[in-house]
């Protein structure tokens, strides 16, 4: 029993996972410490606020609000655990679009512009035609695809510049961004979609049901009732496993892989570098319009069409949720579930305690932070394996450690180069 | 015009001092794509700082009285103190780039994500709305140098330079621009500049001649840093009203594209800043844009849609990048973390 387990933590995936699950580990610490500096050192606060939030920190998903007399209670709470569900719809492919972009190595920071393109372009085609002539279904397909393929162009430009161009795809990124912004702003100005209806409402879109256009539940909504939950987040994750063939089981994953690992190798080796880097970043804002376009479709959700201010969270949240996966993207499908969990924790937070949700946006960058250097953290745990190996058997080092060796070739040495071709 | 000339030198001048900042950085060799979030971070520190000392009282008799030199004293105390902040959370980028090797693009991106996270987080929780405002009055009120300052009553000309140099203006702007030509002179004229460029070109070379690389990467990263601070909250003292929400707009991003437009040179950081600031000015206030002072609004009666000017920054930054990408020459050794053993 002992031996398979320590083949399995020799694994690198295993290894990845462990690395991650500090960096969450260590984000979430970062989190309480931050909660209990705030709360001590403002006297209104108090320990007894700082006891509550870093419990609903931990455990905020099982939160069920307080007792008569203000105590927290905690039990399966369906409404937060099906919009937990719900909100990972986006995020796990958003997380996918900077996952498969880190793969083929680009550092897609464009997915807030990618997915504004895909919302705009989704919300047009599912409030645009009419459900009179054709069938509700086939409008939410059209419209699904519509918004895929708009995010696919928007994804097109920084590859365009960066193939041709070699300008560094992280600063086009962000220019594309803010182009986005203010282009879903200007289409939306004016325009028939505004949500006119309810007079209470300003700046909103109608929702996709106000056509009648919503995705099926799938019976998702008996399993959790009264959440947001429809059958979205089974798309996304058949969406992922798709891309975990692309990636790791066709030619065109081995190819778009090979541009990222050394572009220069790949064209010798008879592989159309120019082509692939254009097309791996369609292929990321594809993803990112599709992950905008499942969301808007649910039919219960509403569009803030004044978008030139801020761009969109869900898109740079894809950019935690790829590194903690450490792109993988299986993997994607569960830290996507994790950060929209902590979307539901800084809710109750807010509602419960006197701290707020932004505790939550401390706790991804800490654990962004983390897996800049999580390289580091692995070799640290393989030194640790490796000392205590040497402790066990009494000096008798095996090939066991080798690894040790060329380790940084592995992961994180690939992108290295990411931002310096500007 | 002098309406065009002092905005364009409120976009401009914040601009090109991050892009220095930026420059400083990237010849040390670590890419700082943490200018955004170390900009939102160094508004937040000074107008906090702004916020606490009008509590104190500490200005109250110096502002009952109009002693603008007092203020104006305040107003460097608040610089300097964001300047020292951003320093200091810059270490956060320097310390994982420079000790762990990490991928200085996600650092970078985690301290972005960072900055507005605990700005938000705290002013929340201090001002129980999303924005932190000065505790009593205004920055034009408090800050601001006006003709009266000179002595000139409220009817009189002050000419066209003095209106547009002096009257309405920020002591900041000359400062930032001070700063700009020393630093300049500092990373291109002296020995410690050379020394500190080296480490972007060729670290190894550097070492083998008895150069630290990792503090000059440390420093280089630490002066990004304090740049960028101060150019944030110099940005929210004088176009946002002395006031911080977490955003400073994708200011930091432009700061960037205009290093690289730039070429990493100051003099041509300087020119393209202005270019860039004229059409974030154009952005801003172009419905109220009286170019040659004829009382007509061109621009805005142009009929063209508010939305195309707020995009057009950022379009012409890509369409500048797309030109001038063929000539730009980086750093070369920028975004490799230094490894003494590597050949």
Same mark, same amino acid.
């Given at each position: 029993?002992?031996?398979?387990?320590?083949?399995?933590?020799?694994? !690198?995936?295993?290894?990845?996972?462990?690395?991650?699950?500090?960096?969450?580990?260590?984000?979430?610490?970062?989190?309480?410490?931050?909660?209990?500096?705030?709360?001590?050192?403002?006297?209104?606060?108090?320990?007894?606020?700082?006891?509550?939030?870093?419990?609903?920190?931990?455990? %905020?998903?099982?939160?069920? %609000?307080?007792?008569?007399?203000?105590?927290?209670?905690?039990?399966?709470?369906?409404?937060?655990?099906?919009?937990?569900?719900?909100?990972?719809?986006? +995020?796990?492919?958003?997380? +996918?679009?900077?996952?498969?972009?880190?793969?083929?190595?680009?550092?897609?920071?464009?997915?807030?512009?990618?997915?504004?393109?895909?919302?705009?372009?989704?919300?047009?085609?599912?409030?645009?035609?009419?459900?009179?002539?054709?069938?509700?279904?086939?409008?939410?397909?059209?419209?699904?695809?519509? %918004?895929?393929?708009?995010?696919?162009?928007?994804?097109?430009?920084?590859?365009?510049?960066?193939?041709?161009?070699?300008?560094? !795809?992280?600063?086009?990124?962000?220019?594309?961004?803010?182009?986005?912004?203010?282009?879903?702003?200007?289409?939306?100005?004016?325009?028939?979609?505004?949500?006119?209806?309810?007079?209470?409402?300003?700046?909103?879109?109608?929702?996709?049901?106000?056509?009648?256009?919503?995705?099926?539940?799938?019976?998702?909504?008996?399993?959790?009732?009264?959440?947001?939950?429809?059958?979205?987040?089974?798309?996304?994750?058949?969406?992922?496993?798709?891309?975990?063939?692309?990636?790791?089981?066709?030619?065109?994953?081995?190819?778009?892989?090979?541009?990222?690992?050394?572009?220069?190798?790949?064209?010798?080796?008879?592989?159309?570098?120019?082509?692939?880097?254009?097309?791996?970043?369609?292929?990321?804002?594809?993803?990112?319009?599709?992950?905008?376009?499942?969301?808007?479709?649910?039919?219960?959700? !509403?569009?803030?069409?004044?978008?030139?201010?801020?761009?969109?969270?869900?898109?740079?949240?894809?950019?935690?949720?790829?590194?903690?996966?450490?792109?993988?993207?299986?993997?994607?499908?569960?830290?996507?579930?994790?950060?929209?969990?902590?979307?539901?924790?800084?809710?109750?937070?807010?509602?419960?305690?006197?701290?707020?949700?932004?505790?939550?946006?401390?706790?991804?960058?800490?654990?962004?932070?983390?897996?800049?250097?999580?390289?580091?953290?692995?070799?640290?745990?393989?030194?640790?394996?490796?000392?205590? +190996?040497?402790?066990? !058997?009494?000096?008798?080092?095996?090939?066991?450690?080798?690894?040790?060796?060329?380790?940084?070739?592995?992961?994180?040495?690939?992108?290295?180069?990411?931002?310096?071709?500007? | 015009?002098?309406?065009?000339?002092?905005?364009?030198?409120?976009? &401009?001048?914040?601009?090109?001092?991050?892009?220095?900042?930026?420059?400083?950085?990237? /010849?040390?060799? *670590?890419?700082?794509?943490?200018?955004?979030?170390?900009?939102?971070?160094?508004?937040?520190?000074?107008?906090?700082?702004?916020?606490?000392?009008?509590?104190?009282?500490?200005?109250?008799?110096? =502002?009952?009285?109009?002693?603008?030199? &007092?203020?104006?004293?305040?107003?460097?105390?608040?610089?300097?103190?964001?300047?020292?902040?951003?320093?200091?959370?810059?270490?956060?980028?320097?310390?994982?780039?420079?000790?762990?090797?990490?991928?200085?693009?996600?650092?970078?991106?985690?301290?972005?994500?960072?900055?507005?996270?605990?700005?938000?987080?705290?002013?929340?929780? *201090?001002?129980?709305?999303?924005?932190?405002?000065?505790?009593?009055?205004?920055?034009?009120?408090?800050?601001?140098?006006?003709?009266?300052?000179?002595? =000139?009553?409220?009817?009189?000309?002050?000419?066209?330079?003095?209106?547009?140099?002096?009257?309405?203006?920020?002591?900041?702007?000359?400062?930032?621009?001070?700063?700009?030509?020393?630093?300049? *002179?500092?990373?291109?004229?002296?020995?410690?500049?050379?020394?500190?460029?080296?480490?972007?070109?060729?670290?190894?070379?550097?070492?083998?001649?008895?150069?630290?690389?990792?503090?000059?990467? =440390?420093?280089?990263?630490?002066?990004?840093?304090?740049?960028?601070?101060?150019?944030?909250?110099?940005?929210?003292?004088?176009?946002?009203?002395?006031?911080?929400?977490?955003?400073?707009?994708?200011?930091?991003?432009?700061?960037?594209?205009?290093?690289?437009?730039?070429?990493?040179?100051?003099?041509?950081?300087?020119?393209?800043?202005?270019?860039?600031?004229?059409?974030?000015?154009?952005?801003?206030?172009?419905?109220?844009?009286? *170019?040659?002072?004829?009382?007509?609004?061109?621009?805005?009666?142009?009929?063209?849609?508010?939305?195309?000017?707020?995009?057009?920054? =950022?379009?012409?930054?890509?369409?500048?990048?797309?030109?001038?990408?063929? /000539?730009?020459?980086?750093?070369?050794?920028?975004?490799?973390?230094?490894?003494?053993?590597?050949?």
């Amino acid at each position: 029993m002992k031996g398979k387990v320590s083949k399995l933590w020799r694994r !690198e995936g295993a290894q990845s996972v462990a690395a991650s699950l500090i960096s969450i580990l260590i984000g979430l610490a970062v989190g309480a410490v931050i909660i209990l500096i705030m709360g001590l050192s403002n006297p209104d606060l108090g320990l007894g606020t700082v006891w509550e939030a870093v419990r609903l920190e931990f455990l %905020g998903l099982f939160s069920t %609000g307080r007792t008569a007399t203000g105590a927290l209670t905690f039990g399966f709470n369906p409404v937060s655990m099906g919009d937990m569900l719900f909100r990972a719809t986006p +995020l796990i492919l958003t997380g +996918l679009s900077v996952a498969v972009a880190y793969k083929t190595g680009l550092f897609n920071i464009g997915a807030p512009g990618q997915y504004l393109m895909g919302t705009a372009a989704t919300l047009m085609l599912a409030l645009g035609i009419p459900t009179q002539v054709v069938p509700a279904p086939l409008v939410w397909l059209i419209a699904f695809l519509g %918004g895929a393929l708009a995010g696919a162009l928007w994804g097109c430009i920084p590859g365009l510049v960066k193939a041709l161009l070699n300008i560094n !795809e992280v600063l086009a990124c962000i220019m594309t961004n803010w182009i986005a912004a203010n282009l879903v702003s200007w289409i939306f100005d004016g325009s028939q979609f505004r949500n006119l209806a309810e007079s209470t409402k300003s700046a909103y879109i109608y929702k996709t049901s106000f056509n009648g256009v919503q995705t099926a539940k799938l019976g998702l909504d008996q399993l959790f009732p009264n959440s947001q939950v429809n059958g979205g987040i089974l798309v996304a994750i058949v969406i992922a496993v798709l891309m975990y063939i692309l990636m790791n089981k066709t030619t065109l994953g081995y190819q778009l892989k090979a541009c990222g690992a050394n572009r220069h190798a790949s064209r010798y080796a008879g592989i159309a570098d120019k082509r692939n880097i254009v097309l791996s970043m369609a292929i990321a804002g594809a993803l990112a319009g599709a992950g905008a376009a499942l969301y808007y479709l649910s039919g219960n959700t !509403e569009f803030y069409w004044n978008t030139y201010q801020s761009l969109p969270d869900v898109g740079f949240n894809g950019i935690p949720v790829a590194l903690l996966a450490v792109s993988n993207p299986i993997g994607v499908v569960f830290t996507g579930c994790f950060m929209s969990m902590l979307d539901v924790v800084g809710q109750q937070i807010t509602n419960l305690t006197p701290y707020n949700e932004y505790i939550t946006d401390i706790i991804v960058a800490t654990i962004v932070y983390l897996s800049a250097f999580s390289l580091a953290i692995k070799l640290l745990l393989r030194g640790r394996r490796k000392r205590r +190996l040497e402790e066990a !058997e009494g000096g008798k080092s095996g090939p066991v450690d080798a690894p040790s060796a060329h380790a940084p070739a592995t992961d994180l040495g690939r992108t290295g180069k990411g931002g310096g071709e500007g | 015009m002098t309406f065009l000339i002092q905005q364009t030198m409120l976009y &401009a001048i914040p601009l090109m001092v991050v892009a220095l900042a930026g420059v400083f950085a990237e /010849r040390s060799g *670590i890419i700082n794509l943490a200018l955004e979030g170390i900009m939102i971070f160094g508004a937040f520190i000074g107008v906090l700082f702004v916020n606490l000392v009008q509590q104190a009282g500490v200005f109250d008799a110096a =502002y009952a009285q109009d002693n603008w030199i &007092a203020l104006q004293g305040f107003e460097l105390l608040a610089m300097a103190v964001s300047a020292l902040m951003g320093g200091v959370f810059s270490l956060l980028l320097s310390f994982a780039s420079v000790n762990l090797k990490a991928d200085q693009t996600i650092g970078g991106t985690a301290l972005n994500l960072m900055a507005p996270a605990l700005v938000l987080f705290f002013i929340r929780i *201090i001002a129980s709305q999303n924005t932190l405002q000065m505790a009593t009055g205004n920055a034009a009120s408090w800050f601001m140098i006006q003709k009266s300052d000179f002595g =000139y009553g409220r009817n009189e000309e002050m000419g066209f330079l003095g209106s547009t140099f002096l009257d309405r203006t920020y002591l900041a702007t000359y400062v930032c621009i001070l700063i700009f030509v020393l630093l300049a *002179i500092l990373l291109y004229k002296t020995r410690f500049g050379l020394r500190l460029r080296s480490c972007g070109e060729n670290p190894q070379a550097a070492d083998s001649l008895g150069i630290n690389v990792y503090k000059m990467r =440390y420093i280089g990263t630490t002066i990004s840093g304090a740049l960028a601070g101060m150019g944030g909250f110099v940005y929210a003292l004088t176009t946002a009203n002395c006031t911080a929400n977490g955003d400073v707009a994708g200011f930091g991003f432009l700061a960037l594209a205009v290093m690289i437009f730039g070429n990493w040179k100051p003099l041509n950081i300087a020119g393209a800043s202005l270019l860039f600031g004229l059409f974030k000015c154009i952005a801003a206030s172009y419905s109220s844009l009286d *170019i040659n002072g004829d009382g007509v609004f061109l621009l805005n009666e142009l009929g063209i849609s508010s939305h195309f000017y707020r995009m057009l920054p =950022y379009l012409i930054t890509l369409a500048v990048l797309a030109f001038t990408s063929k /000539r730009s020459r980086a750093p070369k050794a920028e975004g490799i973390p230094y490894d003494k053993g590597q050949r």
